[in-house]
């Protein structure tokens, strides 16, 4: 295995070297257009592929949150520790508030970024009209991202969302589905669908308004509203996007 991946280590540095001297023969205005020195060589060695690929969890769930935003005229938006994406791309069309336990450096107009602690909020009950929380809560408590280790974290913060959301308020809400629970320590936590319902209706008194699921698979699809059983019970790690009211 070791020497196979050095052969291919070695191959793909021969290639490029052959694609630089067929690159510099192709014209002689590249000394007078462009300096291209030895130092700045940037070989990228695996980007010559038959598809562009892309993480369908982060493509998929943010496509989904953005087209239900602007499709739902929200004006105001607040966002805790989903992926920058989100809360970038929507600040074009709405105002939003973006809160993470490690606070984002981020300027854009109609975007403010400060700090929160998902498990203990300090936001007052039942302020907050749209709301989101995307692929973050699994994380909670596994000490990935320098949090305290809290086996029941993700609960904790499940319960805050519920607790800060707004009378006829939106929260949408993503993480892992697979037809199993548990752990990949400390990556994340990977849930049934019927787990994040009982918790947020039966334990927190929301209402289930949409699921829509992004299979593992491609050849499944990219989001599918209301999956069948069958294709939720093929899950190893699908992703679940979900939209409660209060």
């Known amino acids: 295995m070791i020497i196979t991946r050095i052969f291919k280590k070695l191959k793909q540095r021969v ?41 369908r969890h982060y493509v998929y769930h943010t496509a989904w949150a953005v087209h239900f935003l602007f499709n739902n005229k929200i004006e105001q938006h607040t966002d805790i520790s989903s992926t ?18 490690r606070p984002a450096k981020l300027e854009l107009p109609n975007l403010s970024c400060k700090k929160a602690d998902l498990t203990d909020l300090h936001f007052k009950s039942n302020s907050i009209e749209s709301l ?7 994380h909670v408590g596994l000490g990935r991202y320098g949090d305290p280790f809290d086996y029941d974290g993700d609960l904790k913060a499940m319960k805050e969302l519920a607790r800060v959301l707004a009378f006829g308020g939106n929260l949408l809400f993503v993480v892992p ?35 829509t699921l992004i299979p593992e698979n491609e050849k499944d699809g990219g989001l599918i509203k209301n999956p069948s059983t069958k294709l939720l019970d093929s899950q190893s790690y699908g992703c679940g996007c979900f939209v409660f009211t209060k």
């Open 84 to 101: 920058l994406y989100l809360s970038g791309t929507a600040s074009s069309f709405c105002k939003v508030h973006f809160y993470d336990y």
């Open 177 to 211: 589905i697979g037809s199993k629970p548990r752990i990949q320590f400390n990556a994340h936590r990977i849930y049934t669908k019927e787990q994040i319902i009982d918790f947020f209706e039966k334990e927190e008194g929301l209402k289930l308004k949409e699921f």
């Open 132 to 138: 989101s929380c995307m692929h973050t809560v699994e």
């Open 15 to 55: 290639n490029f070297y052959s694609e630089l001297t067929k690159f510099k023969k192709q014209s002689e205005s590249f000394k007078t257009r462009f300096s291209l020195k030895k130092e700045d060589h940037f070989p990228c060695m695996n980007d010559n592929t038959a598809s562009t690929g892309f993480d």
